[in-house]
């Protein structure tokens, strides 16, 4: 199966694929494996600034865990150190050294047994590095009908292949003509969105969906959590989507866009506080 990377069709562009940069178009990868069949892998997305990497140990401590949740062979892997390089290597091979750049990460199993364990089965680590849009214009979301996934069935705190429920949330708003889809959990909190998570303000307190909503904790929403409690009053919550309309600022987090203004929620508006919105993303960065 030849590999290559979403929305990319130029020829020129490379890919890594287990420690060698290739050209995207000639990189081929087995069409038999646990990773095409079930989605049995786990990946991390991350922003690159003028060629490095931002918050790089806090992304590979995460995707260590999903490869230790996949119950593989961690020793089979190169240390975070080797892959980094690697994928610093491919950031400047596609041009990136300056400005943004998005770079994912992608551990795939090879598995070929069904659900039954192999020992001896192999794995793909590609990286793909790409432009990473710059947007800061305010996004507009809607409540779907999608809800998160308890922790009880999977660790809601890892970024595993198989979640097809987040594709679902972004599919109703982009149909319904939003930028993002607000997940509720499964007692009908809020939650987050497809691709972020969510804050907001009333008055002066801050507030954020809690880890009991089943969210996945981003990076950039635990690093925006530990500067505002150096200031604010914070509260991690499990708010009903009336006590989110009734905000006064609203805000999203994850590693490509920082801190990004929410300008709608379903038929409510909200202003922007540029300011406010420039501190919290300094608050952010590395």
Not at 187 to 194: K, L, P, R
Not at 200 to 207: I, R
Not at 249 to 266: C, D, E, H, L, M
Request: glycine share 8%; charged share 25%.
């Amino acid at each position: 199966m030849i590999f290559s990377p979403g929305g990319m069709s130029d020829k020129n562009r490379y890919i890594l694929l287990n420690g060698t940069l290739l050209k995207a178009e000639e990189a081929v990868i087995p069409a038999v494996s646990a990773g095409l069949f079930y989605g049995a892998g786990c990946f991390e997305t991350m922003l690159a600034i003028d060629g490095r990497i931002q918050h790089a140990d806090d992304h590979f401590e995460r995707f260590f865990r999903g490869i230790d949740y996949l119950r593989t062979q961690r020793n089979a892997l190169p240390e975070s150190h080797a892959i980094q390089d690697s994928l610093h290597q491919l950031i400047r091979r596609n041009g990136l050294e300056k400005g943004r750049g998005r770079v994912r990460l992608q551990y795939s199993l090879l598995e070929t047994s069904g659900y039954r364990s192999e020992k001896e089965a192999g794995h793909l680590l590609f990286g793909e590095a790409a432009p990473a849009v710059s947007s800061r214009e305010p996004l507009s979301l809607t409540f779907t009908t999608v809800s998160t996934i308890s922790s009880k069935a999977r660790p809601a705190c890892l970024k595993l292949s198989n979640m097809l429920h987040y594709r679902e949330a972004f599919r109703i708003a982009e149909e319904s003509g939003y930028d993002d889809g607000i997940l509720l959990s499964d007692m009908g909190a809020v939650a987050e969105t497809s691709i972020a998570n969510i804050f907001w303000k009333k008055e002066n307190v801050f507030y954020t969906p809690s880890r009991s909503c089943n969210i996945l904790p981003g990076i950039i929403r635990n690093k925006l959590l530990n500067g505002l409690r150096c200031s604010y009053s914070v509260v991690e919550t499990e708010a009903d989507p009336d006590v989110l309309m009734d905000a006064d600022t609203v805000w999203v987090t994850n590693s490509i866009a920082g801190v990004r203004p929410v300008k709608q929620v379903g038929s409510r508006f909200f202003p922007e506080d540029e300011g406010l919105t420039k501190l919290l993303n300094s608050l952010v960065q590395e």
